[in-house]
């Protein structure tokens, strides 16, 4: 299958959801990029702070950059400029760089809240408790240069579809009720991002508002280029 028939299928996959397709190009050479841009692609998430960078340097400016990858506060400045959505916000320190930055470019930068959903014992990713305090706390609500617009969660690596299913459905669960609760003026819950190739079908089901689809746009990745 090429790039083209891939991202049709999926596109097709998504009508009539209120989900959007993030093509996650991360190790992707630009003539792959640039193949999935003649498709019509317009949404791509990438894990590094400088390969974005670079990447968005060479390719059309109507495509909005994602970033999906653990992001480190000395990082974010090249980024800052033209980032679209900042998907894995894991801890005050960052939004408030993020913040910094934005200021400096006279934008603010979106960004979604990463949950800690998986089994997995990864070091990213806020949990519960965390997040309501977050929210609720007055150094948030001053973050002018900064929008948080939803979460974001990677469930746990498996097979066992059952507990990915529940880790989205706690995810959403999580998402409604916060939507519904009072919250800054910085602070609009309106993107709840899950699903990756292998679990895309489940996130959706789940109430995804962005898959992040790497492999099986692209194929499998290439990490010792
Ligand atoms: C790499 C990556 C993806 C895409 O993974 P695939 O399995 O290739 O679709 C999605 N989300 C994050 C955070 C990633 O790092």
Known sequence: MSI????????SE????????????KTQPIEKIAEAYQAGQ???????AQEMALKYEQLPKDIEW????????????????FVSLIHSVDSFKLLAEIN?????????????????????????????NELLSLL???????????????????ATFTENESLIRSEFQNLHQLYIRIKEMKLGTNVIMQELSMGM?????????????????????????????
């Open 66 to 81: 994602h970033m999906i990858g653990h992001l480190q506060t000395n990082k974010v400045k090249y980024l800052a400029p």
């Open 100 to 128: 910094k930055q934005a200021a400096k470019c006279s934008r603010v930068i979106s960004c979604l809240l990463q949950m800690h959903i998986a089994r997995e014992d990864t070091k990213f990713g806020f949990d519960e």
């Open 14 to 25: 998504l009508v009539g959801s209120a989900c959007k397709l993030i093509a996650v190009s």
């Open 42 to 48: 317009r949404l791509f998430g990438e894990n590094k």
């Open 4 to 11: 083209k028939n891939n991202i049709d299928s999926l596109q």
């Open 197 to 225: 190739s292998l679990d895309y079908k489940i996130a959706i089901e789940e109430g995804s508002t962005m898959v992040r689809i790497g492999t099986a746009i692209f194929g499998e990745r290439n990490y010792n280029q």
């Open 136 to 154: 609720s706390s007055h150094e948030l609500e001053a973050l002018k240069n900064i929008r948080v617009v939803g979460l974001m969660g990677m």
